[in-house]
């Protein structure tokens, strides 16, 4: 992303909005467990991988975001970011990968 931004969003609204695209509040209050241990911020990139791993499709995480006053564009290079990283760890343990000759 060429601009970092913060977004600010109450522990209220955003229980809402996932509530809205179908996260059950079991998996809400993990997610919220997981931003406590950030200090109550966490990495969009981050919150990206989380809604995925709840089993949240991408057109939910797009209006999740968009309902949070992100534009499009942001929410796109937040996406390619998610992709990307997954990529970068993909290949990580392919490189940590070790072979001994016997």
């Not at 406590?36 to 981050?46: T, W």
């Not at 709840?54 to 995480?61: L, Q, V």
């Not at 006053?69 to 390619?80: C, F, G, H, K, R």
């Amino acid at each position: 992303m060429a601009n970092p931004s913060t977004f600010t969003v109450s522990r209220i609204e955003l229980r809402r909005i996932l509530a809205a695209y179908g996260l059950s509040e079991k998996r809400i209050d993990e997610i919220f467990g997981n931003i406590e241990k950030e200090h109550r911020h966490i990495n969009i990139v981050q919150l990206v991988n989380l809604l995925e791993k709840e089993g949240m499709p991408r057109d939910r995480i797009t209006n999740v975001f968009r309902r949070m006053n992100m534009n499009d564009i942001l929410i796109s290079e937040v996406l390619n970011l998610s992709d990307e990283s997954k990529i970068s760890a993909e290949i990580g343990r392919l490189y940590n990968a070790t072979i001994e000759f016997g």
